[in-house]
């Protein structure tokens, strides 16, 4: 069984940085696609960043692009987000998911996701 724990989160100030990872048990990194969403209270969970399995090509939501990157160690099975720049609007629960058999056209969509993480918070204060 896959599964997922992420870390890193707490309370900074705007254009701080916060480095959030996700360790994945049970399965090999390499066969699966790894994506962070994030969910502010009454709303939806939104699509921040992922990586793709095969080749580890990147993928940004619009709002983080720039300010976020995404990577992976696969020797230690970890997915790391640094996010730098931060914003009020990036406080949020963050989550990691994965999934073996995401197409590219899914990667976005947090449905798609077989196995997720318990979620960790970052608040950003102004």
């Known amino acids: 069984q896959v599964q997922l724990v992420e870390s890193g989160g707490g309370l900074v100030q705007a254009g701080d940085s916060l480095l959030l990872s996700c360790v994945i048990s049970g399965g090999t990194l390499r066969r699966y696609t790894v994506g962070w969403f994030r969910q502010a209270p009454g709303k939806e969970r939104l699509f921040v960043a992922a990586?793709?399995?095969?080749?580890?090509?990147?993928y940004y939501a619009d709002s983080v692009k720039g300010r976020f990157t995404i990577s992976r160690d696969i020797a230690k099975n970890t997915v790391n987000l640094q996010m730098d720049s931060l914003k009020p609007d990036d406080t949020a629960v963050y989550y990691c998911?994965?999934?073996?058999?995401?197409?590219?056209?899914?990667?976005?969509?947090?449905?798609?996701?077989?196995?997720w993480g318990q979620g960790t918070q970052v608040t950003v204060s102004s």
């Open positions: 998911a994965a999934d073996a058999h995401l197409i590219q056209s899914s990667i976005r969509q947090s449905v798609h996701y077989d196995y």
């Open positions: 990586i793709k399995s095969n080749g580890g090509y990147t």
